[in-house]
Each structure stands twice: as C-alpha cells, then as structure tokens.
C-alpha cells in the first residue's frame, strides 16, 4: 500500500504536526526554555465554567493536569494517523478501495481518545515531572502576587503572576474580596483558594514599605 495516498492526507499531516513540535521543544531547549513548560503554566490555569463540568471531565479524562499537555497533544495525533492509516489500509485490502475520510477521521480520533487516556495514565510515572507541578496550589496562600490582568472585581478575576519559593512562575485566576477592585501592576496577598486554579487575594498590606 502507497501511504502517500490522497486518502492518507489528514493522517500524515497529524502526524507531521507530531514531528514538528518534537522540532520545536528541541530549538526551544536550546535557547534555555521548554515549550512544553511554558503551554502548561498557562493551561494550568484555564478553569472555564467550574471544577464539576463536563469540559473538566473531559480534560481529567485525558489527563490534563497530570501529564504535559504537548505530550497529550502528541499522543493524540500520533494514534489518530496510525489508526486511519491502518484503517484506510484494511479498507483497500478488503474492500479494494479507501473509505471515505468524512467516515474514518471522526472513527479514528473517537478511538485515539481513550488511547490518549490508557497510554498517558500509563506512561505518567515515566515522565519527567516538571518543577511547577512539584508546588501545591495550597501553598500559594499567604503569598505575594502582582496583577498581570487588566483589571479584576469581585467575582470577575484577572491574571496574576506569582512566584514560588524555587524560583518558578505561575500564573493564577484572583480576585478580590467585597469592596476592593486591582488593577495591572497592584501587588496582592493571597488569602485563600477558590477552587482549583482561582484564588482570593486582598492588596498587599505592606506595599508602601516596599
């Protein structure tokens, strides 16, 4: 079987897609930073509708937050072209002629999704784990933060970017308590955690010493 095929089209570019961050970790290894880390302490944050919905589950289901999300990314794309090159293969062999991709794309990432699931839960305690995920959230109380957002409210929260005792940065949903509103720039003291990545701060009550 040719694999340079016009029906083999989305499953070789998924699968060049796969090369090419493989390309782009090793440059950015280089040049003293990983591209891996740096996605991660921004999705590490994104909590769209709440700790209990269905994107959650389906992020949990893929193990978001367990392993690095560039490794999810591959191993996705990775299964999804072998699975519809295989499957457009037994096709031509059995039936003498490709199937349609409208039927074995959506077939092949539906089946590329709980591999993603088994395979990352597998491979997990093989990773290396990087320096922001060795920090408990719950550690970040009582620390010392700067508003990197626009502008937060009670109950509409804005980036913050604190860093840790190693030295490593995060970037953080605050908000403020009843009455107090930050602004870019306004150091901030953690005071509790919301819930997963949201917290609540107050203005740092030392900042004129500072």
Not at 83 to 94: E, N, S, Y
Not at 150 to 163: D, F, M, Q
Not at 195 to 206: I, K, Q
């Amino acid at each position: 079987m040719d694999f340079f095929t016009d029906y083999n089209t989305p499953y070789l570019c998924a699968l060049a897609i796969v090369f090419l961050i493989g390309l782009l970790e090793v440059i950015s290894l280089l040049v003293g930073h990983t591209l891996s880390g740096a996605l991660d302490a921004h999705i590490d944050h994104v909590d769209p509708l709440g700790s209990h919905d269905a994107i959650s589950t389906v992020l949990s289901y893929l193990n978001v937050g367990r392993i690095p999300f560039l490794v999810i990314l591959c191993l996705f794309l990775l299964l999804f072209s072998l699975l519809g090159i295989f499957g457009q293969g037994l096709a031509v062999t059995l039936l003498g002629s490709p199937l349609s991709n409208a039927l074995t794309a959506p077939l092949a990432m539906a089946f590329s999704l709980p591999g993603v699931h088994y395979l990352g839960r597998w491979a997990e305690p093989w990773l290396p784990k990087d320096e922001t995920a060795a920090v408990s959230e719950d550690s970040f109380v009582g620390c010392v933060a700067v508003i990197t957002g626009h502008r937060a409210t009670p109950g509409s929260p804005c980036e913050g970017k604190l860093t840790d005792k190693h030295g490593n940065t995060h970037y953080l949903a605050i908000e403020p308590d009843e009455g107090e509103t930050f602004q870019r720039g306004d150091r901030v003291l953690i005071i509790s955690r919301l819930n997963r990545t949201r917290f609540l701060a107050e203005a740092y009550p030392w900042a004129d010493r500072i």
